[in-house]
């Protein structure tokens, strides 16, 4: 069992940055691979990027590709979303989730555990 949660979101202005954490419980967090998804009000939730285990291959949408970069730390089993160059459209509640088996990253279907998310809100 994981429990994940998010924080760091805020409201900051277009072109700024805002790091996010998702912090996990349990001994097994290195076994997880983790993503990080987004859903705006009226949208559907929307995949952002995720990291493997050990942290050495990393995905990203090409919508955030270039600005944001996910790293982790799993001595403190925390992993974490820098977020640069922000966006008005990038507003939305992120999710960070995790998977131990090897499905689909971008598929939300695949991960076994979500946070309750945090709010990240860029004003323009």
């Known amino acids: 069992q994981v429990q994940l949660v998010e924080s760091g979101g805020g409201l900051v202005q277009a072109g700024g940055s805002l790091r996010l954490s998702c912090a996990a419980s349990g001994r097994t967090f290195s076994s997880y691979a983790v993503g990080w998804f987004r859903q705006a009000p009226g949208k559907e939730r929307e995949f952002v990027t995720a990291i493997s285990t050990n942290g050495g291959r990393t995905t990203y949408a090409d919508s955030v590709k270039g600005r944001f970069t996910i790293s982790r730390d799993n001595a403190k089993n925390t992993v974490f979303l820098q977020m640069n160059s922000l966006k008005p459209e990038d507003t939305a509640v992120y999710h960070c989730?995790?998977?131990?088996?090897?499905?689909?990253?971008?598929?939300?279907?695949?991960?076994?555990?979500w946070g309750q998310g945090t709010q990240v809100t860029v004003s323009s």
């Open positions: 989730a995790a998977q131990q088996s090897s499905s689909t990253w971008f598929l939300p279907m695949s991960y076994d555990y």
